[in-house]
C-alpha cells in the first residue's frame, strides 16, 4: 500500500514538474516588491494562487500532449498508465479555477491579471506543439506575473513592467533553446542573446549606489548563464538538457536583480534559498 501512495505522489510531481515552483514563487515575491508590497496577509494567497496557476498549467501540458506523448515519450505518465488522461484534465482545470479564486482574494486586479495568466497559460498549452513562436508565449506567461504580483501589492508600477519585459525574454530564450532538446541538427546560439535582456535592464535602470549592486548582481547571473550555456555549445559532450534545467534555475537570479538593488538582506536570503532550492530539486523531480 505505500509502494502505490508513493507511486501516486510521484506522479502528481512530475505532472506538476514541482522542481520549477521556486522560480514561480521568486516571481511572486519580485512582483510584490517591485509594486511596493503591501497588506501581508495577501501574500500567501498570491504564492497560492500563483502555485496552482503553475500546477494547473503543467498539468494540461501533459493533457494537450498526450497523442505526442505516446508516439514519442512514453515515460511520462499518461501513456505510461501511471494516471489517466481524463484524471489529469479534471486536476489541470480544478488547480486553474482554484488559482483564480485565491488571486481574486487578493483583489480586483490581481484576479484580472490572473485572467490574462490564465488565458496565457492555455493558450501555450494548446498549441505549442503546433507553432514556431510559442516560446514567445511561454514567455508571455511568466510576464503576467508580475504586474499580477504588483496589483496584489500597492499597484502595477513602471518598473515591474520593463522587469517583466526583461524576465520574459530571458524565459523566451531559455524556452527556443528547450524546444532543440528532441530536434536533430545544429542548436542555434541567437536564442542565447535573450538571455541578457535582464542584465541590460539593471545596468540602464540603475545609477548612483544602486548600480554597484546591480553590478554584482549581474555578474552573478552572467556567470551562471555562461556556466549553462558552456554544457552545451562549450564542451566535448554537448548536454542541452543540463543547460536548459540551469536556465530554469536562474530565473530566481533574474527575480533577485530586479530587485536586488533594493532588496533587504533578509529578501536576499530568501531568493538565494529558492535558487538552491529549484537548483537541488532538479536531481529529484525532472524540471521540463
Same mark, same amino acid.
Given at each position: 500500500?505505500?509502494?502505490?501512495?508513493?507511486?501516486?505522489?510521484?506522479?502528481?510531481?512530475?505532472?506538476?514538474?514541482?522542481?520549477?515552483?521556486?522560480?514561480?514563487?521568486?516571481?511572486?515575491?519580485?512582483?510584490?516588491?517591485?509594486?511596493?508590497?503591501?497588506?501581508?496577509?495577501?501574500?500567501?494567497?498570491?504564492?497560492? /494562487?500563483? *502555485?496552482?496557476?503553475?500546477?494547473?498549467?503543467?498539468?494540461?501540458? &501533459?493533457?494537450?500532449?498526450?497523442? @505526442?506523448?505516446?508516439?514519442?515519450?512514453?515515460?511520462?505518465?499518461?501513456?505510461?498508465?501511471?494516471?489517466?488522461?481524463?484524471?489529469?484534465?479534471?486536476?489541470?482545470?480544478?488547480?486553474?479555477?482554484? /488559482?483564480?479564486?485565491?488571486?481574486?482574494?487578493?483583489?480586483?486586479?490581481?484576479?484580472?491579471?490572473?485572467?490574462?495568466?490564465?488565458?496565457?497559460?492555455?493558450?501555450? &498549452?494548446?498549441?505549442?506543439?503546433?507553432? *514556431?513562436?510559442?516560446?514567445?508565449?511561454?514567455?508571455?506567461?511568466?510576464?503576467?506575473?508580475?504586474?499580477?504580483?504588483?496589483?496584489?501589492?500597492?499597484? %502595477?508600477?513602471?518598473?515591474?513592467?520593463?522587469?517583466?519585459?526583461?524576465?520574459?525574454?530571458?524565459?523566451?530564450?531559455?524556452?527556443?533553446?528547450?524546444?532543440?532538446?528532441?530536434? $536533430?541538427?545544429?542548436?542555434?546560439?541567437?536564442?542565447?542573446?535573450?538571455?541578457?535582456?535582464? %542584465?541590460?535592464?539593471?545596468?540602464?535602470?540603475?545609477?548612483?549606489?544602486?548600480?554597484?549592486?546591480?553590478?554584482?548582481?549581474?555578474?552573478?547571473?552572467?556567470?551562471?548563464?555562461?556556466?549553462?550555456?558552456?554544457?552545451?555549445?562549450?564542451?566535448?559532450?554537448?548536454?542541452?538538457?543540463?543547460?536548459?534545467?540551469?536556465?530554469?534555475?536562474?530565473?530566481?537570479?533574474? &527575480?533577485?536583480?530586479?530587485?536586488?538593488?533594493? $532588496?533587504?538582506?533578509?529578501?536576499?536570503?530568501?531568493?538565494?534559498?529558492? @535558487?538552491?532550492?529549484?537548483?537541488?530539486?532538479?536531481?529529484?523531480?525532472?524540471?521540463?
Amino acid at each position: 500500500m505505500t509502494h502505490v501512495w508513493v507511486g501516486r505522489a510521484r506522479t502528481m510531481l512530475v505532472l506538476g514538474r514541482v522542481s520549477n515552483l521556486p522560480t514561480v514563487w521568486s516571481n511572486g515575491l519580485a512582483g510584490w516588491w517591485l509594486g511596493g508590497g503591501g497588506p501581508p496577509e495577501r501574500l500567501p494567497l498570491l504564492l497560492g /494562487g500563483l *502555485t496552482c496557476l503553475y500546477l494547473g498549467g503543467m498539468f494540461l501540458n &501533459d493533457a494537450f500532449d498526450a497523442e @505526442f506523448d505516446r508516439r514519442h515519450r512514453r515515460e511520462r505518465p499518461i501513456p505510461s498508465g501511471a494516471i489517466s488522461e481524463r484524471a489529469v484534465w479534471r486536476w489541470g482545470i480544478g488547480w486553474l479555477a482554484a /488559482g483564480l479564486g485565491l488571486l481574486f482574494g487578493c483583489g480586483a486586479a490581481a484576479g484580472g491579471f490572473g485572467v490574462l495568466l490564465v488565458g496565457s497559460i492555455v493558450l501555450y &498549452d494548446a498549441v505549442h506543439k503546433l507553432v *514556431t513562436f510559442a516560446p514567445v508565449l511561454m514567455g508571455l506567461c511568466r510576464f503576467w506575473v508580475y504586474p499580477l504580483a504588483a496589483g496584489a501589492a500597492e499597484g %502595477v508600477t513602471g518598473h515591474a513592467v520593463w522587469c517583466g519585459l526583461a524576465l520574459a525574454c530571458y524565459v523566451t530564450g531559455l524556452s527556443f533553446l528547450a524546444r532543440r532538446e528532441r530536434l $536533430a541538427g545544429p542548436i542555434p546560439l541567437w536564442p542565447a542573446t535573450l538571455l541578457a535582456a535582464p %542584465v541590460v535592464l539593471a545596468l540602464l535602470m540603475n545609477a548612483g549606489l544602486q548600480r554597484e549592486s546591480a553590478l554584482w548582481l549581474s555578474l552573478v547571473l552572467g556567470l551562471w548563464v555562461l556556466r549553462c550555456l558552456r554544457a552545451t555549445f562549450w564542451s566535448p559532450q554537448p548536454n542541452l538538457p543540463l543547460t536548459v534545467s540551469g536556465l530554469l534555475a536562474g530565473i530566481v537570479l533574474v &527575480d533577485w536583480l530586479a530587485v536586488g538593488p533594493e $532588496a533587504s538582506r533578509a529578501l536576499s536570503l530568501v531568493f538565494l534559498g529558492l @535558487f538552491a532550492g529549484a537548483w537541488l530539486a532538479q536531481r529529484l523531480v525532472p524540471a521540463t
